[in-house]
């Protein structure tokens, strides 16, 4: 059974920094990309990240691209958003998800991704 559980969200004030983890379990994780999204109140169901099975593509959103940092660490099935000078307009669920796929480039469409984690909550106050 495939499970992806985030940590690492919370209260920040803008212009902080916080890390999110997704530690995944059941799958083998080194054969999947992986993709990061969000989701404000009222709002869709937003891409923000993601990265390659073996690290060597990562695709943002405009929104975020030089805040945000993707990274994975596969000996430990994680996978990782850094998020620096946050914004208020960052306040989201943020949520990890599994591209079983196969595909050779980065999906960036939620349809696309297979199993996705239960969300952690990221506060930025102005």
């Known amino acids: 059974q495939v499970q992806l559980v985030e940590s690492g969200g919370g209260l920040v004030q803008a212009g902080g920094s916080l890390r999110l983890s997704c530690a995944a379990s059941?799958?083998?994780?080194?054969?999947?990309?992986m993709g990061w999204f969000r989701q404000a109140p009222g709002k869709e169901r937003e891409f923000v990240a993601a990265?390659?099975?073996?690290?060597?593509?990562?695709n943002y959103a405009d929104s975020v691209k030089g805040r945000f940092t993707i990274s994975r660490d596969n000996a430990k099935n994680t996978v990782y958003l850094q998020m620096n000078t946050v914004k208020p307009e960052d306040t989201a669920v943020y949520s990890c998800?599994?591209?079983?796929?196969?595909?050779?480039?980065?999906?960036?469409?939620?349809?696309?991704?297979?199993?996705w984690g239960q969300g952690t909550q990221v506060t930025v106050s102005s």
């Open positions: 990265i390659s099975r073996l690290s060597v593509t990562t």
């Open positions: 998800a599994a591209d079983l796929g196969g595909r050779s480039w980065i999906a960036e469409r939620p349809i696309e991704y297979d199993y």
């Open positions: 059941g799958l083998t994780f080194s054969r999947y990309n």
